[in-house]
Nanobody, 122 residues
C-alpha cells in the first residue's frame, strides 16, 4: 500500500508560481513512475506531467515550458513547479504513483493523492 500526501496548492495571480509537493510512504518510491494530473470543473482529468524512475519527463502541450516535474527519491517526494500560471490552469491537482509508465495512464492501477486546489486569478 502506498500513501500520497499533496501540498502546495493555493490562490495565485496570473503570471505567478506555485510548487506542489507529493510525499509518498509505504513503498519504494524510486521504482515507481509518477505523474501529476489535474481536473477542472466540468472537465475530464488530464495528465499534465510525468517522470519515470529513470528521470525522463514528459508534459502536456498546455504546460510545456511553464511546468517542471521532479522527484527526490531520498525524500520519497515528487514536485511540480508551476510558473507563468494562467487562469486556465485552475483545477484540482492530483499526484499519482504507479509501478510502471503504462500503469500511470490506467485508472485502475496505481495510487492517488487526495488532491490540492490550485486557483489562478486573472
Amino acid at each position: 500500500q502506498v500513501q500520497l500526501v499533496e501540498s502546495g496548492g493555493g490562490l495565485v495571480q496570473a503570471g505567478g508560481s506555485l510548487r506542489l509537493s507529493c510525499a509518498a510512504s509505504g513503498s519504494d518510491f524510486s521504482i515507481n513512475a509518477m505523474g501529476w494530473y489535474r481536473q477542472a470543473p466540468g472537465k475530464q482529468r488530464e495528465l499534465v506531467a510525468l517522470i519515470t524512475s529513470g528521470g525522463s519527463t514528459n508534459y502536456a502541450d498546455s504546460v510545456t515550458g511553464r511546468f517542471t516535474i521532479s522527484r527526490d527519491n531520498a525524500k520519497n517526494t515528487g514536485y511540480l513547479q508551476m510558473n507563468s500560471l494562467k487562469p486556465e490552469d485552475t483545477a484540482v491537482y492530483y499526484c499519482k504513483v504507479a509501478a510502471s509508465l503504462r500503469h500511470l495512464y490506467l485508472n485502475d492501477y496505481g495510487y492517488w493523492g487526495q488532491g490540492t486546489q490550485v486557483t489562478v486569478s486573472s
